[in-house]
């Protein structure tokens, strides 16, 4: 079978059992789709940075400047209203400024005046990708301010009204609902800045919100203070001079990348050249706390994902079969497990030691806001300071624990099996837990 039979095969499995999108299967469409703007807004902004002349005569293309266009005006029974010559008043020479709009739409404009590309399924699953163009007018910057006022009214109102129905998930709940305070800070302190998604922020604290006690919900609002007054400080030091253009946040489902941890996003505009600055966000309650960060699969976490400083398929296999013989239990498993990886860990460089924290923690900066004390810190994963210490068996026989930064930064890895004990032997995973001190 080669590769082109194996994909006309795959196509007609899909058409039989999806010949049209339904509910099952729009997740992984809407995530596509994203995925496709996404990228392209990067190309787009590479080609800006580099001083492309190709964004610009995409954009007179689309839009026909350099050609003669007539447009008919008719009613029904195509009764023709009126013949005329379509003149554009658009001056090339003015800046060029790139955007998203929605989940699926990219933007190019000059002045007010904007040609958007919209990624869309021509008809079923099975179809071809298409791109919709269409001409768009850009609000003035008085019209987006009144807009984003009142678009944090309504946010604001929403807190007002709040009642509490339910305590499902309230740790998840809080994380959803700081979000978007997060998000609706700056934009209460940068009104002129533009949304993605207008309404993706309002929507997830009405979702999230009625699961957070009402105190919770004001503790977690009055610290998004801090919260944008350190995304602030962090561009200004690392830009000085910059100016946003516009924000959204970025559900977790349509992350692909693993060390891809970003929870909002802003682009900014610094020295003419485009920059997207992610940021992954972190609620608290107490100025000294464990997060999760991510259950990495056992077997992976020494190899070249992670650490990449050896292999713990032998020992897992052993494991299991002294287990299945019924020579250890349950514990005594992960505590071998566990010796194995802190064994290894020991031994490991800087350098790889530096690498997986990194990927288990993720590239993008983190901002931990103690909710209850409004204090929020900025975390740069990505810039490890200080020598790297591995503490095996600690703090317990099932747990490594790794400490940076003159010991205020703390990952612990804890082995774990993935089903309870009456399931007998199950996949072995790690939960890791990230401490900071605020």
């Known amino acids: 079978m080669n590769d082109e039979d194996s994909t006309a095969q795959l196509k007609k499995m899909i058409a ?78 003015q800046d060029i400024y790139l955007y998203k709009k929605g989940m699926t739409t990219v933007g190019i404009r000059i002045g007010n005046e904007a040609v958007t590309l919209r990624f869309k399924f021509e008809s079923g699953p099975t179809s071809s990708i298409k791109l919709a163009t269409s001409y768009d007018h850009f609000p003035t910057e008085e019209t ?26 309230l740790s998840n709940a809080i994380g959803k609902c700081h979000e978007a305070m997060t998000y609706y800070r700056i934009l209460k302190e940068n009104p002129t800045i533009s949304q993605v998604d207008s309404h993706e922020y309002q929507n997830m604290l009405i979702k999230y919100s009625s699961n957070v006690p009402t105190k919770t919900l004001q503790d977690l609002h009055t610290s998004s203070e801090s919260a944008e007054k350190a995304i602030q400080e962090y561009l200004k030091t690392k830009y000085k001079t910059f100016v946003i253009e516009s924000i959204q946040l970025i559900p977790e489902s349509y992350l692909e990348n693993r060390l891809d941890t970003r929870d909002l996003l802003v682009i900014l505009r610094v020295n003419n050249q485009y920059v997207e600055e992610g940021f992954s966000l972190k609620a608290i309650a107490k100025n000294k706390v464990k997060i ?71 590239h993008a900066p983190t901002l931990v806001t103690v909710y209850t004390i409004n204090k929020s810190k900025m975390i740069q994963h990505g810039e490890l300071k200080g020598e790297i210490h591995v503490y095996p068996n600690t703090p317990s026989a099932i747990q490594t624990a790794l400490q940076w930064g003159q010991h205020q930064e703390e990952l612990t890895l804890r082995v774990k099996f993935s089903g309870g004990q009456s399931k007998g032997w199950t996949s072995v995973k790690l939960a890791c837990e990230y401490m900071v001190v605020i």
């Not at 995530?31 to 005569?57: D, M, P, T, V, W």
């Not at 944090?152 to 339910?166: A, D, G, R």
Request: hydrophobic content about 35%.
């Open 292 to 362: 999760t960060s991510k259950n990495a699969g056992a077997g992976q976490i020494l190899g070249p994902k992670y650490f990449n400083c050896g292999s713990l398929d032998k020992v897992i296999k052993e494991t299991e079969t002294i287990f299945k013989q019924n020579g250890i239990n349950h514990i005594e498993s992960l505590e071998r497990i566990s010796i194995a990886i802190g064994e290894s860990l020991q031994n490991a460089s800087q350098a790889n030691l530096k690498q997986g924290i990194t990927a288990i923690l993720g």
């Open 16 to 93: 039989n059992y999806y010949p049209k999108f339904v509910d099952e299967i729009d997740p992984f469409r809407k995530n596509l789709l994203f995925a496709l703007r996404e990228h392209c807004f990067y190309l787009l902004k590479q080609q800006f940075n580099e001083r492309s002349l190709g964004i610009l005569n995409a954009f007179k293309e689309f839009l026909l400047i350099d050609t003669i266009n007539i447009i008919t005006r008719y009613q029904s029974g195509n009764k023709c209203l009126l013949v005329e010559q379509w003149k554009t008043t658009i001056d090339s020479t």
């Open 144 to 169: 987006v301010i009144q807009e984003n006022l009142k678009s944090v009214q309504m946010f604001e109102s929403i807190i007002e009204k709040h009642t509490q129905t339910s305590e499902d998930s």
